[in-house]
């Protein structure tokens, strides 16, 4: 079973904290799956991770537009993607079920600290998944560097 990880975005937007994760995945060997609510933020997102450093080249490619299968990181707005991902990267506050941190090696959920509405929803989606028995971590960069605020275990 995968454990679902929390970050809460402080001082750093979704665009600089997601191609450092998306470093770390793909360094692990995992393919990737970002999960939008939306096919225009999600091709926003693309644009950004396009121009990101020469040395931090991020292979990827937006769902719908061909080899979505082959992609190592593919933008999507499905809940099954079609490279067959190990992590997913949730935004925008995207469903995550429990049977999603059950079949994947881990899902993070990224939500902006700044929005109300996104810091609910991510109450909630922390709740339905411990309630489930997801193991869970809290991760916040309020202090300027990424720490480990919470953590729960597998309770299921």
Same mark, same amino acid.
């Given at each position: 079973? $995968? ?7 402080? #001082? ?6 997601? /191609? ?10 995992? #393919? *990737? ?7 225009? #933020?999600?091709?926003?997102? =693309?644009?950004?991770?396009?121009? $990101?450093? +020469? +040395? ?5 490619? %937006? ?19 079609? !490279?067959? /991902? &190990? %992590?997913?990267?949730?935004? =925008? ?6 049977? +999603? %941190?059950? @079949?994947?090696? #881990?899902?993070?959920?990224?939500? =902006? $600290? !700044? +929005?109300?509405? &996104? *810091? ?19 991760? @916040?960069?309020? @202090? ?5 605020? &919470?953590? @729960? /275990?597998?309770?299921?």
């Amino acid at each position: 079973m $995968g454990a679902a990880y929390f970050y809460h975005l402080t #001082r750093q937007p979704l665009e600089v904290t997601l /191609p450092a994760l998306l470093q770390k995945a793909r360094g692990a060997g995992w #393919r *990737v799956a970002v999960r939008g609510t939306t096919e225009a #933020r999600l091709r926003w997102l =693309d644009e950004r991770l396009w121009l $990101g450093p +020469d +040395d931090g080249f991020l292979p990827h490619g %937006c769902a719908g537009t061909g080899f979505d299968a082959d992609q190592p990181i593919l933008l999507t707005t499905e809940a099954k993607a079609a !490279n067959e /991902p &190990a %992590c997913v990267m949730a935004i =925008d506050g995207a469903e995550v079920t429990p049977e +999603d %941190c059950a @079949s994947l090696e #881990r899902v993070c959920i990224l939500f =902006d $600290g !700044n +929005d109300q509405a &996104a *810091v609910a929803t991510a109450r909630g989606q922390w709740k339905a998944l411990t309630a489930a028995g997801t193991p869970a971590q809290y991760w @916040s960069e309020e @202090s300027g560097r990424w720490e480990k605020k &919470a953590e @729960s /275990p597998a309770t299921g």
